[in-house]
């Protein structure tokens, strides 16, 4: 029979072995990177940007991971809805320990995020959400933004703008933050460009909730001579079928953000608009290496072609990955330190995240919609650095409080 002092300092030396086992495990481990978006609400933008998450994510890791460990994507959904978003960030925080949070697409929830990040002293990434008060009025030293923002991408269009020389401007916009950001950008920037302009008209629906005959009507009852629009999605392909029914578009100017990216492009199909200037991503005509080499990966692994949402997460993982590497470390304090001028290659080439405001320069492209056969694209476009349209480090500080 055995006896009790046998098995005593048997099961300790077990425990010891498990344990260290434990430990190597750890120490050869994973980083773990939470990521919280509107996967439900938002799904034409983030089952792209979740692909091009996953694809980034497997080239880092077959690449052997970064300082010897391998990432883990842990996915949140926010249900489009602030508070439910910081409490997937607590979650993430204390039961899955990540270290490190990214993602967010819609701009209110974006700032929660943001909010969050500075009371919990974490590190976070924000891909998408466009509002300038990420980075300048609620910015703070935790929190850096990855995509080309509602400031940069109407400053990339008012000189479109103001070179058609129309006086009487009506505007339409999905009433929260990303909205109210671009029409206030694109109202300063403007009457800077045109002084004589007038704002003639302005319709702001809640966002999904376009009651879009009568917004379309109020819009031509003002007979602008122009049209600046900012809604996205569903909202879009609702106002541009009302609007061609109604005429609104008929021997009018519209200057429209994000119309271009296939997201919102594709699925106007016959009904697409013709001359409209916007910004987006027309990925079939792309040439630089940057671009070749991410669309045939991402062509390969999805047989499909991207989208911008696909690019934006993308660049999300690339960058993280970068930091961490630059950092040696996935430790907050040392992460904001290798992030502050951090250089990234991405599709739309290298990017540098600015120390000045934690904003990248990632750039976008503007051209103008055509209806081709009954498919939207993008014809005429340039492409901006997103550098050249930042206000300086001088402007920054009035904009930003101090870290």
């Given at each position: 029979m055995t006896s009790l002092r046998q098995i005593v300092p048997a099961v300790a030396i077990a425990a010891g072995l498990s344990l260290a086992s434990s430990l190597a495990a750890h120490a050869q481990g994973t980083i773990k990177i939470g990521e919280i978006n509107s996967y439900k609400a938002?799904?034409?933008?983030?089952?792209?940007?979740?692909k091009g998450m996953e694809l980034a994510l497997e080239q880092v890791n077959a690449a052997g991971g970064v300082n010897g460990k391998k990432l883990e994507l842990i996915i949140r959904d926010d249900n489009a809805n602030p508070g439910d978003a910081v409490r997937a960030a607590e979650e993430l925080?204390?039961?899955?320990?990540?270290?490190?949070?990214?993602?967010?697409?819609?701009?209110?929830?974006?700032?929660?995020?943001?909010?969050?990040?500075?009371?919990?002293?974490?590190?976070?990434?924000?891909?998408?959400?466009?509002?300038?008060?990420?980075?300048?009025?609620?910015?703070?030293?935790?929190?850096?933004?990855?995509?080309?923002?509602?400031?940069?991408?109407?400053?990339?269009?008012?000189?479109?703008?103001?070179?058609?020389?129309?006086?009487?401007?009506?505007?339409?916009?999905?009433?929260?933050?990303?909205?109210?950001?671009?029409?206030?950008?694109?109202?300063?920037?403007?009457?800077?460009?045109?002084?004589?302009?007038?704002?003639?008209a302005e319709q702001a629906p809640p966002l999904g909730k376009l009651d879009a005959g009568s917004v379309v009507q109020a819009l031509a009852d003002a007979k602008p001579d122009a049209v600046f629009n900012v809604l996205f999605g569903a909202d879009l392909l609702k106002f541009v079928r009302e609007g061609n029914t109604r005429g609104l578009f008929k021997d009018r100017e519209v200057v429209s953000l994000l119309t271009g990216e296939p997201e919102y492009l594709d699925p106007l199909k016959d009904e697409t608009p013709n001359g409209w200037v916007v910004t987006g991503y027309p990925w079939y005509g792309i040439q630089t290496p940057e671009h070749k080499a991410f669309f045939l990966a991402y062509h390969a692994k999805y047989q499909d072609y991207p989208r911008l949402g696909s690019v934006v997460g993308y660049a999300l993982i690339h960058s993280l990955a970068?930091?961490?590497?630059?950092?040696?470390?996935?430790?907050?304090?040392?992460?904001?330190?290798?992030?502050?001028?951090?250089?990234?290659?991405?599709?739309?080439?290298?990017?540098?995240?600015?120390?000045?405001?934690?904003?990248?320069?990632?750039?976008?492209?503007?051209?103008?919609?055509?209806?081709?056969?009954?498919?939207?694209?993008?014809?005429?476009?340039?492409?901006i650095d997103g550098a050249k349209v930042l206000p300086s480090a001088a402007e920054v500080k009035k904009l930003r409080p101090a870290d």
């Open positions: 938002q799904p034409a933008f983030l089952e792209p940007y979740k925080l204390s039961r899955e320990k990540v270290d490190v949070l990214a993602g967010s697409f819609l701009s209110h929830i974006g700032l929660a995020l943001t909010d969050f990040a500075k009371q919990k002293k974490m590190f976070f990434l924000a891909g998408e959400p466009l509002t300038d008060k990420i980075v300048w009025a609620n910015g703070n030293r935790y929190t850096f933004r990855l995509r080309t923002s509602t400031y940069m991408q109407v400053a990339m269009l008012v000189p479109e703008a103001a070179k058609m020389k129309k006086k009487r401007w009506a505007i339409v916009y999905p009433n929260y933050e990303y909205g109210q950001s671009a029409v206030a950008s694109f109202k300063t920037l403007l009457k800077a460009a045109q002084p004589d302009v007038e704002f003639v970068e930091g961490m590497k630059k950092a040696k470390s996935s430790d907050t304090e040392k992460l904001i330190t290798a992030f502050r001028g951090l250089k990234v290659v991405t599709p739309f080439g290298p990017v540098v995240y600015r120390p000045e405001d934690h904003q990248s320069t990632m750039g976008a492209f503007v051209g103008k919609t055509k209806n081709d056969n009954g498919k939207g694209t993008m014809v005429d476009y340039v492409f």
